[in-house]
T-cell receptor, first 113, second 111 residues
Framework: NAGVTQTPKFQVLKTGQSMTLQCAQDMNHNSMYWYRQDPGMGLRLIYYSASEGTTDKGEVPNGYNVSRLNKREFSLRLESAAPSQTSVYFC????????????FGAGTRLSVL | GQSLEQPSEVTAVEGAIVQINCTYQTSGFYGLSWYQQHDGGAPTFLSYNALDGLEETGRFSSFLSRSDSYGYLLLQELQMKDSASYFCAVRDPGSARQLTFGSGTQLTVLP
């Protein structure tokens, strides 16, 4: 019973490099989300996908792109990494029934030098 | 937009009761959630209030007053393992029902 799986767990990039963070869920959820969390702050929404084939910007989308590859997978891409993107990134998914609950992956700790 | 305020830190002793408050300002309100996050871990869901009143789940309870735009999380019989950050979050009325999180309250439980 994997839930939400994120890869990689850790990553170090140089400024200007690109990379894709992967996320997959096995709970048959329609909605998926990408957040970033900086020290001393709550989670801020980067992008979300209400259902397969749709994506929308959240609070802090600049410098990121997303792909909802299928119902299971939702990836986050940094085209040209910047030091300001050093953060912990969490992917989450939400069941269809209401209840304010989201299930989170273990996170990706990204450092951009 | 949405904004939430909660205390940055709370300290209590093992066995005590602690209350973590959350006030919010939102353009639309559909419910208040609470999440727990241990250092280095992922947020995990604790509780959700859509209506006024108290919701109880074991040692944890959550309260909501929509007229006051206020809620709290109550932790009873504190244990050392309860040391963590606690986040309140409001649910957006949009189609994806995305959450907006507060900055979190760091709870330290002392022996």
């Amino acid at each position: 019973n994997a839930g939400v799986t994120q890869t990689p767990k850790f990553q170090v990039l140089k400024t200007g490099q690109s990379m894709t963070l992967q996320c997959a869920q096995d709970m048959n959820h329609n909605s998926m989300y990408w957040y970033r969390q900086d020290p001393g702050m709550g989670l801020r929404l980067i992008y979300y996908s209400a259902s397969e084939g749709t994506t929308d910007k959240g609070e802090v989308p600049n410098g990121y792109n997303v792909s909802r590859l299928n119902k299971r997978e939702f990836s986050l891409r940094l085209e040209s990494a910047a030091p300001s993107q050093t953060s912990v990134y969490f992917c989450a998914s939400r069941p269809s029934l209401d209840g304010g609950i989201q299930y989170f992956g273990a996170g990706t700790r990204l450092s951009v030098l | 937009g949405q904004s939430l305020e909660q205390p940055s830190e709370v300290t209590a002793v093992e066995g005590a009761i602690v209350q973590i408050n959350c006030t919010y300002q939102t353009s639309g309100f559909y419910g208040l959630s609470w999440y727990q996050q241990h250092d280095g871990g992922a947020p995990t869901f604790l509780s959700y209030n859509a209506l006024d009143g108290l919701e109880e789940t074991g040692r944890f309870s959550s309260f909501l007053s929509r007229s006051d735009s206020y809620g709290y999380l109550l932790l009873q019989e504190l244990q050392m393992k309860d040391s963590a950050s606690y986040f309140c979050a409001v649910r957006d009325p949009g189609s994806a029902r995305q959450l907006t999180f507060g900055s979190g309250t760091q709870l330290t439980v002392l022996p």
